[in-house]
């Protein structure tokens, strides 16, 4: 059964006829009050997100007579996946986001396990300008779920046009050398018989982002996923295809693999290696996610990296790089 064919169907407003009277919360989309918000409020379907391979709904939580933007993926509507358990994206999308908190870099917004219109289901904070705005009218459908026609190893993309934002940070450029402020991740094929890379920002929320890919194992990092705000931040989305056993690192952010991690980055995983130690509050958060094997090589991955003091370097076992990339 597909994924839309699991859940109900029934038409749904858009954000454009459905805009609640509620005025909306100003923490950031990753501050712990938008977390307990989406945990506690009322979430409510305004739309569907087209184009994903999952059922991916935008909604709105409200409570104590505020709201907060969301996407919803209900459990019911996750495509199943021939190398990972059915029905397990959303708590992975949880348990990134917990691993993100606990770097105190906040990359990965508010995420939450909570019920909602369509069952159990992963509730995170948007990002970016909302389905139905005057500006973005074509976001979100008023239609039913998401109609799941995409490569069954794909995990959900979220809102396209806010995603856009991400391709900022990466670029084809021709010739064999990266520029200044850019580092390389592969040579492409541009159809023209010239060498050209494809290179992303030599940034430094980026090359945070790409040390939390490697604690969790990242298989979809694609230019789609990086939300930049116009305030600075930078924010990462779709992390349910992460924290498998095997090493399954697939990332557009290889520009730094091989090269010594920051002097922050060391201590931050320090850091982490004894917040996921057992007993600890957030190992005991993360059994509640994800498997006691997957929880085990999480650890292992940090300690690795505390060990090596560098980057990861593509292990050959798996393909690299993400397709198609963005």
């Known amino acids: 059964m597909s994924a839309a064919e699991r859940l109900p169907a029934r038409r749904m407003n858009t954000a454009a006829d459905s805009a609640s009277s509620h005025g909306e919360l100003?923490?950031?989309?990753?501050?712990?009050?938008?977390?307990?918000?989406?945990?506690?409020?009322?979430?409510?379907?305004?739309?569907?997100?087209?184009?994903?391979?999952?059922?991916v709904l935008f909604g709105e939580v409200e409570h104590e007579g505020r709201t907060v933007p969301c996407v919803y993926k209900p459990?019911?509507?996750?495509?199943?996946?021939?190398?990972?358990?059915?029905?397990?994206?959303?708590?992975?999308?949880?348990?990134a986001y917990e691993i993100s908190r606990a770097t105190?870099?906040?990359?990965?917004?508010?995420?939450?396990l909570r019920e909602g219109p369509y069952g159990e289901g992963m509730?995170?904070?948007?990002?970016?300008?909302?389905?139905?705005?005057?500006?973005?009218?074509?976001?979100?459908?008023?239609?039913?779920?998401?109609?799941?026609?995409?490569?069954a190893?794909?995990?959900?993309?979220?809102?396209?046009?806010?995603?856009?934002?991400?391709?900022d940070l990466l670029a084809i450029v021709e010739g064999?050398?990266?520029?200044?402020?850019?580092?390389?991740?592969?040579?492409?094929?541009?159809?023209?018989?010239?060498?050209?890379?494809?290179?992303?920002?030599?940034?430094?929320?980026?090359?945070?982002?790409?040390?939390?890919d490697a604690?969790?194992?990242?298989?979809?990092?694609?230019?789609?996923?990086?939300?930049?705000?116009?305030?600075?931040?930078?924010?990462?989305?779709?992390h349910g295809v992460s924290f498998h056993v095997d090493d399954k690192l697939r990332t557009l952010l290889w520009g730094w693999a091989g090269e010594e991690l920051t002097a922050e980055a060391a201590a931050t995983?320090?850091?982490?290696?004894?917040?996921?130690a057992d007993g600890a509050p957030l190992a005991d958060r993360l059994s509640e996610l994800i498997t006691p094997a997957e929880l085990e090589a999480l650890r292992k991955r940090i300690h690795a990296l505390c060990r090596s003091g560098r980057h990861p370097l593509p292990s050959g076992d798996w393909p690299a790089i993400p397709w198609p990339p963005v």
């Open 153 to 167: 190893d794909e995990d959900d993309d979220q809102e396209e046009s806010d995603a856009a934002g991400g391709l």
């Open 26 to 55: 100003t923490a950031s989309p990753a501050a712990e009050e938008t977390r307990r918000h989406l945990q506690a409020g009322t979430l409510s379907v305004r739309g569907r997100i087209p184009h994903a391979s999952n059922a």
């Open 104 to 112: 105190g870099w906040d990359l990965i917004p508010a995420t939450v």
């Open 215 to 238: 604690v969790i194992n990242n298989g979809d990092r694609k230019g789609g996923h990086l939300l930049p705000v116009p305030e600075g931040q930078l924010y990462a989305i779709d």
């Open 123 to 151: 509730c995170q904070a948007w990002v970016g300008q909302v389905p139905g705005a005057a500006s973005d009218e074509a976001s979100a459908e008023d239609a039913g779920p998401a109609d799941g026609d995409a490569d």
């Open 269 to 276: 995983l320090r850091g982490l290696s004894s917040a996921v």
């Open 75 to 95: 459990v019911a509507g996750e495509r199943p996946l021939w190398d990972f358990p059915d029905g397990t994206l959303a708590q992975r999308e949880v348990a």
């Open 176 to 212: 064999d050398v990266p520029g200044e402020g850019w580092k390389a991740v592969g040579h492409v094929d541009t159809g023209d018989e010239r060498p050209s890379l494809l290179v992303h920002a030599d940034d430094e929320r980026l090359r945070r982002l790409a040390v939390i």
